[in-house]
């Protein structure tokens, strides 16, 4: 029998001891000196990234823009990145998708069937019938924007609905009725910790991608201390920038398996 | 001296004499037979559709989905269907996207640089730094979602806010705080109809591109009384399956411009 999304992530962040994502988030003018003469570049930077982080991480993330800034070449790249992850580690499309029920289910089609990924962000602006494709197999989840991380989630998400309630909290509440399948999840900044404590009780049993940490200044101790739930560590912590390009020089790979080793053992500590 | 967007959309519907975008949201199993020998049958498809239709269309809308499902065959298809549509016509990428800044920075870069499209749909639930990446061009256009044409558009688009306006006014509201270049439209479905007249008087200068005619279902000769500006021509109307599944046939090009050209005179004759 398949697990569902939830049990896939608890069992990947229990047998990995880690509950850290990477976040592949590749600008080619970063590429270190040292892969300059490579085929690919940027393959050759993710392939190595993946070797040094692998034993601390519990998932990637590559995010589609990256990727698709340099078209065909850049997919090519999305798709060789995503094989080269290997089977013990969940793979998060960042991409954010979202449309009418026939075209949801063409976006479901390409990167679940397509490029093989256990997960995809989706926005949850156009409502049930542009997320429920996305949940017809239960082995495959989502991470549905809920709190992003960026000061634009005043704008709408941090505005208050005729009820009293916040828009992100009127969300979180319809998303935990499109949960039957036990493959539904969070995107919760890691830049509103005052607010995590009140998210966990509305979505006591949702997985959360928590973007945030590192470049854009999230608070870990805080995010870890009311964004997890203990027992099945249930929230995946993502660094990007902090970890892919924490040197540029021929160290690159290994620095960003110190990193993600560092993040992995902070994570844990706060845990106990 | 370029035009901003607004004036490239009012130029080409009046040059055009029409208001029509046609949807290319092509599934490769709706190809007619007579192409399936094609090396390529989805491009061969999209190129006869483009032929046969453009006299009578201003814009071309494909959806990324659609492209997408087949990785980066799609995206080739994608790219070369873009190539092919000339230069005298509006090129809409509709790809929903929206990310924090330095990402969605790359999404326009993918867009509006490497693709060469004129404008994308975007989603706003990630607020106005989402967004704005996408605004630095006055050429180059973002259609925002406002109030979408499916069912889903219930569940958060039209919930009221603490100050008793809807959400998606809210969203219309700030959209028009980030035109000061006039490239911003808006996403309106003509699934709406009754409210259209309250959306055009709250955003009485953006361009619309409007989905939901055809399969759907929409009102349009409601959707062109209140949703049009009609001395300088600001919207467009959306029609995909309608248009390029007309016909399964050998004469599928043929019915497909016979289709477009019946909904550039339906619009025509609702302006006067």
Request: aromatic share 10%.
């Amino acid at each position: 029998m398949r697990m569902n999304f939830k049990e896939h992530v608890i069992s990947t962040i229990k047998n990995k001891n880690s509950a850290v994502c990477v976040g592949l988030d590749v600008e080619p003018g970063k590429i270190p000196a040292v892969l300059k003469n490579e085929k690919n570049p940027v393959l050759k930077f993710n392939q190595e990234i993946i070797a040094a982080t692998k034993e601390y991480t519990a998932a990637y993330k590559p995010n589609l823009a990256f990727y698709e800034q340099t078209g065909i070449k850049g997919l090519e790249c999305f798709e060789k990145t995503l094989e080269f992850m290997g089977g013990d580690v969940i793979k998060i499309a960042d991409a954010k998708r979202g449309d009418i029920g026939n075209t949801s289910k063409k976006y479901a089609h390409a990167f679940f069937e397509h490029f093989s990924c256990d997960a995809v962000t989706v926005s949850p602006y156009m409502g049930e019938d542009s997320i429920t494709p996305f949940l017809e197999k239960e082995d495959k989840g989502v991470f549905i924007l809920a709190l992003t991380s960026n000061k634009g989630s005043f704008d709408f998400q941090m505005q208050k609905m005729a009820d009293g309630r916040y828009l992100y909290e009127f969300v979180i509440e319809k998303i935990n009725s499109w949960n039957a399948k036990k493959n539904c999840g969070l995107v919760v900044g890691a830049t509103h910790p005052e607010l995590f404590e009140g998210i966990r009780k509305l979505a006591p049993d949702l997985p959360y991608l928590i973007p945030g940490i590192g470049a854009q200044g999230g608070d870990l101790e805080n995010t870890v201390k009311y964004g997890f739930v203990k027992n099945d560590v249930l929230s995946l912590v993502n660094s990007s920038r902090a970890i892919i390009f924490a040197s540029d020089g021929p160290d690159f790979a290994e620095r960003a398996g110190e990193e993600a080793r560092k993040l992995r053992d902070q994570i844990n500590k706060c845990l106990k």
